[in-house]
Every structure is written in C-alpha cells, then in structure tokens.
C-alpha cells in the first residue's frame, strides 16, 4: 500500500491551493488520515486530521483557513488550503492509518506519503 501526495505548487499569499493524497494498493481499510508539515529548519507538525466517520481537527494556525475531507471510495485525502501565508511554506506529508483484515486477524499500520512542497511568496 502506498500513498502518493499532490497539489503543491508556488502560490503568492491569499492564495489557494488543494492537496491531494491518494492510498493504492489491496485489500485494506484506512482509519485516521492527516496531513503533516515541515518547514525547513522545523519539526514535523500535524496541520489537521479527519476520522474515517469525517469527524475533523485542526492546529490553531490553520482552523477556518484549511479544510480537511476525504473519500472513502477513492481512497483519497484532500487538503483545501485558502488564505495561504508565507509561514505556511513546507513540505506537506499525508499519512494514514491502515488495517488488513485476514484469517490470523487484523494487521495495523501506518504509512506515509512522500510529500509535496508548498510555497507561499509574500
């Protein structure tokens, strides 16, 4: 199972951009999906995160600028950026929670997409 990430792109401040994260592969479901960040020189920070159900949190910098959703038929996250600033420039990560169920019981984990880099000019 593999996640591949989207949408980035250079993007001047005000401005909009949408991320993409799709899972492919077989024989999985996927529970929590979120969306990560980091800056150069920074740690890694979870931005927001959504539930399989769609329930959605979100870091205090990002709430009523990004929204997060997902469709449990494509396999795929979004991320809907608006409002872009210049500190929001980082390489974006998708990563999700995994389950394949089978005879011996379920298998769990968690995998990460490869990033995409967001840059916001002023």
């Known amino acids: 199972v593999q996640l591949q990430a989207s949408g980035g792109g250079l993007v001047q401040a005000g401005g909009s951009l949408r991320l993409s994260c799709v899972a492919s592969?077989?024989?999985?479901?996927?529970?929590?999906m979120n969306w990560h960040r980091q800056a150069p020189g920074k740690q890694r920070e979870l931005v927001a995160g959504?539930?399989?159900?769609?329930?959605?949190n979100y870091a205090d910098s990002v709430k009523g600028r990004f929204t997060i959703s997902r469709d449990n038929a494509k396999n795929t996250l979004y991320l809907q950026m608006n409002s872009l600033k210049p500190e929001d420039t980082s390489v974006y990560y998708c990563?999700?929670?995994?389950?394949?169920?089978?005879?011996?019981?379920?298998?769990?984990?968690?995998?990460w997409g490869q990033g995409t880099l967001v840059t916001v000019s002023s």
């Open positions: 959504v539930t399989r159900d769609g329930t959605a």
């Open positions: 592969g077989s024989d999985f479901s996927i529970n929590a």
């Open positions: 990563e999700a929670d995994f389950i394949r169920h089978s005879d011996a019981g379920p298998t769990v984990w968690r995998s």
